[in-house]
């Protein structure tokens, strides 16, 4: 699975974090690549692309709270982003919403709950069935 990550300046330290800790991913790093203030919709909008194309199979997605960047992926046909804060959250995310994008807030969550939750949603299984069928409406909207 490919996988890729960014952040704008309120999420760089725990995108830093991250990168290392899952060295062996081999996560695609989409930026920002310093501290100085970016755009949390810029930064989106590059995941978006990366998804889309299917550069990336997974997006790991960080800004101050993971608000503002969950609200800009989720503009976005063909984007689950989940706002994930805890572990029932983190499987659920994949077994019902089958999310595409993970958001995690670089300035509200700790770095080994941030891993927790990554964790679980990876060893989590899609359940198909009456959730298809939610999904399928999610991109009918307009
Ligand atoms: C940037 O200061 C901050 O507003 C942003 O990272 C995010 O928290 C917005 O929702």
Redesign the pocket.
Known sequence: MNIAIAA????YELKEVLRNHYADLHLTDLGTFDCQ?VD?PDVAQKMVQAIRSKTADLGILI???????SIAANRCKGIRAALVYNEEVAHLAKEHNNANILVF???TMKVADVIKYIDTFLQAKYEGGRHQRRLDKLETME
Not at 8 to 11: A, L, R, S, V
């Open positions: 704008d300046h309120g999420g203030s949390y800004c101050g709270t993971g608000v503002g960047i807030g670089g300035r």
